[in-house]
């Protein structure tokens, strides 16, 4: 499967985005998708994940303010920011595997998007 993703930004602190990461090549339905991010000089990290049932988990300081969600329909999924910090500034990636596990290393993904950078200013 294809993944692009966009929807990055620069934004104030405290404000939204909204990233989309669409696929193509194959229904995503029986996928396990995923967001990632890196920060400058620091290593790729997980940030949220949603299965094949639409169930949803998160990297602890993402909680409550990030939301993953999937329509297997448009083949995309979508990652709702909101009370972005100057922390959450990264290249965002989208990832996916087939599969319908809790999956959050990277090389649990087999299939990633380019990126899109997103930068909250303080």
């Known amino acids: 499967v294809q993944l692009q993703a966009c929807g990055g930004g620069l934004v104030q602190a405290g404000g939204s985005l909204r990233l989309s990461c669409a696929a193509s090549g194959r229904t995503i339905s029986n996928y396990v998708m995923g967001w990632f991010r890196q920060a400058p000089g620091k290593e790729r990290e997980f940030v949220a994940g949603i299965r094949p049932t639409g169930s949803t988990y998160y990297t602890d300081s993402v909680k409550g303010r990030f939301t993953i969600s999937r329509d297997n329909a448009k083949s995309t999924v979508y990652l709702q920011m909101n009370s972005l910090k100057p922390e959450d500034t990264a290249v965002y990636y989208c990832?996916?595997?087939?599969?319908?596990?809790?999956?959050?290393?990277?090389?649990?993904?087999?299939?990633w998007g380019q990126g899109t950078q997103v930068t909250v200013s303080s």
């Open positions: 990832a996916a595997r087939e599969g319908w596990g809790l999956y959050r290393q990277q090389t649990d993904f087999a299939s």
